[in-house]
């Protein structure tokens, strides 16, 4: 169980990270080269670092271990270290950010109604616009740390997460000395003070990274044939079609089978109620079988121990020498033929 805890510790932290690293490069080298100016700072990207490798690896390497854990099959000596799931979670939240990102800097002012920070000349005060930016991107990365919580594609992040006393301090922790940074950082971190409604709004993005989380997760993993996996331990050609993914987890896949298998169940009860109704009305049928041919004689019913047929005979002509034998579930005598 511990063994299995230290490598999902390990893929929770590298989600978490390959999502920041993957944002803020792009951000930085797009904002560069339109702008001239990046919207995130030096310090700025010294502090995201610091959440990204210090803080993150505290909160996401120390969950401790569930039996849950033990209800999966084990990973195989060659399973990919980032597997599609992951890799579904870090483009996805990635997309979300990057849009966010961009529509902050390219009309993040006209949304705010604020000033435009985007041809301030260089070594101008700190601006609102882009702290807006480097605040919002932060919440993200806040709360897109408790989505990394989960790797298979769970719904419920929050799930265990009072359990881990050194997760909860970092996650508030972090979120205090934000507040400090943006408040009172100034200029060495290239911040000035936002309104209460700015603040809100920041907030808001943020959160809607747990929103965009369940999105992604009802998704099913094999519907993204293009997604690969990453950190292989062997080559591609090793690898056949059948054991490839073989050990992914994807609970949107379980959810989607679960509701068909629910969906055939319900049409197996419904088929059994109509072989059941269909069954008593062939045995009402063959009631009226044995009473007709008699006209008013009185059949008597008995089972021969020795054998699997049933033998009926009149009871008031015991000279007839007609004697039937009924086997289930046709009416005939043990020669085959039917009684006249």
Not at 166 to 195: A, H
């Amino acid at each position: 169980m511990w063994g299995r805890n230290v490598y999902d510790s390990i893929s929770k932290f590298l989600q978490f990270q390959l999502t920041v690293n993957v944002v803020a490069v792009i951000v930085a080298f797009t904002g560069a080269c339109i702008t001239q100016d990046s919207p995130l700072k030096a310090v700025q990207m010294l502090w995201v670092n610091l959440i990204m490798d210090t803080f993150a690896s505290l909160a996401l390497a120390t969950e401790p271990p569930t039996d849950s854990l033990l209800k999966r099959r084990p990973y195989g000596r060659n399973k990919p270290l980032i597997s599609r799931t992951m890799m579904k979670n870090i483009l996805g939240h990635a997309v979300y950010q990057l849009t966010i990102i961009f529509f902050l800097v390219f009309a993040g002012e006209k949304f705010f109604d604020i000033d435009s920070g985007r041809n301030a000349p260089l070594h101008s005060p700190p601006t609102q616009h882009y702290t807006i930016i480097f605040n919002t991107f932060v919440l993200m990365q806040l709360f897109n740390e408790i989505n990394s919580r989960k790797i298979h594609g769970e719904r419920n992040v929050f799930a265990g997460i009072f359990r881990n006393l050194i997760f909860c301090s970092v996650v508030m922790g972090t979120f205090i000395s934000q507040i400090i940074i943006v408040e009172f950082g100034g200029k060495p971190f290239s911040c000035t003070k936002l309104s209460l409604s700015q603040w809100f709004w920041c907030l808001f993005i943020g959160i809607g990274e747990l929103l965009w989380g369940q999105v992604i997760s009802t998704i099913p993993t094999q519907s993204l044939k293009f997604l690969k996996e990453a950190g292989h331990g062997t080559a591609k050609e090793e690898i056949t079609k059948d054991a490839e993914g073989m050990d992914e987890i994807d609970h949107a896949e379980m959810e989607l089978r679960r509701g068909q298998i629910l969906w055939f169940r319900g049409l197996n009860r419904i088929q059994t109620q109509i072989d059941v109704i269909n069954t008593f009305q062939t045995g009402a049928n063959f009631k009226g079988v044995l009473k007709r041919p008699t006209m008013g004689q009185h059949l008597d019913v008995k089972h021969d121990p020795s054998s699997s047929y049933v033998t009926v005979v009149p009871v008031n002509s015991p000279n007839t020498s007609v004697a039937a034998a009924v086997s289930s579930p046709t009416l005939g005598n043990q020669s085959g033929q039917s009684i006249p």
